[in-house]
C-alpha cells in the first residue's frame, strides 16, 4: 500500500510554454503533498508544500506564479511550470502523507518527472 | 537546513553489513529520525524510523544513541542493489500539517561485488 504516482515520468518543452506535473496517491488520501526539485547530483530540495483545499506554501527563493501547485482533492495534487526555461530543467518529486498522520509516520515519495526544457 | 551530517560516500562489500552513521546533534527530543534511500533517477524509499529505542524491520535496523545525538543504519547483508544514496533525515515537528522532510547531502553507498 501507500503508493504515490507521478505523471508524467518525463517530458521534453520547449522555451516558453506550461508544463504540468501530476501526483496521486493511489491508495490514501493525502491532506498534504510535498514537491521536490533535484538537479543533477545534488540533494532533493523542498519546493512547496500543498495542503488540501488551501494556498501552497513555498519555500524561501521559490517563484509562486512560476511553479503554480493546486492540491484540488484528497488524492491529486498538481505543479504546473509556467512559462518554462532551460533552467528549470530538472528531476521533480512529489510526495504525499496520509491523512490523519503526522511526523510519526513516513512520507510516501513518487518516482519523480524529469523536465527537460530546449 | 537539514538537520543531520553524513559521510559523503561509503563502500561496502556485497554480504557483509553496511553501516552509515548519520549525526543529529541538534534533535529536539519529539523529532524522529527517518531514513531514505534513493536509487539513481527514481523517488526516495522509505527504509526505517525511530524516535530513541532501535528499530528493524525486514529491510534495516536503526540504532540510535542513549543521548540521540547520533544513528545508525544497518543493512545487514548487503546487495548490489543496496547502491543508492541514503538519507538520514530529522523529521521536524510541528503543531500543524506542515511538518516537513529536508534533505542533507545524504551518503553514496557502492556495494562492491
Known amino acids: ?118 | 537546513d537539514a538537520k543531520t551530517t553524513q559521510p559523503p560516500s561509503m563502500d561496502c562489500a556485497e554480504g557483509r553489513a553496511a553501516n552509515l552513521p548519520c549525526n543529529h546533534s541538534t534533535i529536539s527530543g519529539n523529532e524522529y529520525v527517518y531514513w531514505y534511500r534513493q536509487i539513481h533517477s527514481q523517488g526516495p524509499q522509505y527504509i526505517i524510523h525511530g524516535l530513541k529505542n532501535n528499530e528493524t524491520n525486514e529491510m534495516a535496523s536503526l540504532i540510535i544513541t542513549e543521548d540521540r545525538k547520533s544513528s545508525t543504519l544497518i543493512l545487514p547483508h548487503a546487495t548490489l542493489r543496496d547502491t543508492a544514496v541514503y538519507y538520514c533525515i530529522v523529521r521536524v515537528a510541528r503543531a500543524n500539517r506542515d511538518d516537513k522532510i529536508i534533505f542533507g547531502k545524504g551518503t553514496r553507498l557502492h556495494i562492491l561485488p
Open chain 1, 1 to 118: 500500500g501507500a503508493v504515490v504516482s507521478q505523471h508524467p515520468s518525463r517530458v521534453i518543452c520547449k522555451s516558453g510554454t506550461s508544463v504540468k506535473i501530476e501526483c496521486r496517491s493511489l491508495d490514501f488520501q493525502a491532506t498534504t503533498m510535498f514537491w521536490y526539485r533535484q538537479f543533477p547530483k545534488q540533494s532533493l530540495m523542498l519546493m512547496a508544500t500543498s495542503n488540501e483545499g488551501s494556498k501552497a506554501t513555498y519555500e524561501q527563493g521559490v517563484e509562486k506564479d512560476k511553479f503554480l501547485i493546486n492540491h484540488a482533492s484528497l488524492t491529486l495534487s498538481t505543479l504546473t511550470v509556467t512559462s518554462a526555461h532551460p533552467e528549470d530543467s530538472s528531476f521533480y518529486i512529489c510526495s504525499a502523507q496520509k491523512a490523519g498522520q503526522t511526523y510519526n509516520s513516513p512520507l510516501h515519495f513518487g518516482n519523480g518527472t524529469r523536465l527537460t526544457v530546449t
